[in-house]
């Protein structure tokens, strides 16, 4: 599975960017898609779920209302929409794949892509 994140650059606080992941190698619709960030000098922070179902998990408070994840299996990519972004959404923002199997759980990561938030 390769997964690949592109969509990150410089933004001003209260701006928005999409963030797309493209993946490869894999039958998609089978995994369970999210996003993590890591800031500068922070552990890698869970920000969004969206399962093979079509669920989405809760966001956790420091994004509620203001990203949203969502995927279009038919181009095999998933999206994190950020809006009313803040100086502190600044961090590497990696793409995650989770494939849940009878018997193990198999997981595969992005590269990441930098979002910094800054006037």
């Known amino acids: 599975v390769q997964l690949v994140e592109s969509g990150g650059g410089l933004v001003q606080p209260g701006g928005s960017l999409r963030l797309p992941c493209a993946a490869s190698r894999c039958t998609f619709s089978n995994y369970d898609m999210s996003w993590y960030r890591q800031a500068p000098g922070k552990e890698r922070e869970w920000g969004a779920t969206?399962?093979?179902?079509?669920?989405?998990?809760n966001y956790p408070d420091s994004v509620k209302g203001r990203f949203t994840i969502s995927r279009d299996n038919a181009k095999n990519t998933v999206y994190l929409q950020m809006n009313s972004l803040k100086p502190e959404d600044t961090a590497v923002y990696f793409c995650h794949a989770r494939l849940v199997g009878l018997h193990r759980t198999t997981d595969y990561w992005g590269q990441g892509t930098q979002v910094t938030v800054s006037s």
């Open positions: 969206l399962t093979s179902a079509g669920y989405s998990t």
